[in-house]
């Protein structure tokens, strides 16, 4: 999967939490710019704060990553 896709379904998620960046960004420890970075730039979180991202907007890992369902 191209980082493209990863971006694209990070921003899905991000927008269908109904969190604001700012509070997500809160949650796991880092600016609201770098949330930005990932949904938009070839920035991805480090591994400890993709869990935590993904815990945070309660979707799968494997879903974001291309290789399972939401």
């Given at each position: 999967?191209?980082?493209?896709?990863?971006q694209k379904r990070i921003r899905e998620a991000i927008a269908g939490s109904g969190i604001p960046q700012k509070e997500i960004a809160v949650r796991i420890g880092v600016s609201?710019?770098?949330?930005?970075?990932?949904?938009?730039?070839?920035?991805f979180p480090e591994l400890d704060t993709f869990a935590k991202l993904c815990a945070v907007l309660d979707?799968?890992?494997?879903?974001?990553?291309?290789?399972?369902d939401y």
């Open positions: 999967m191209q980082i493209k896709e990863i609201a710019q770098t949330v930005s970075k990932y949904m938009r730039t070839d920035v979707v799968s890992s494997d879903y974001i990553l291309g290789i399972g």
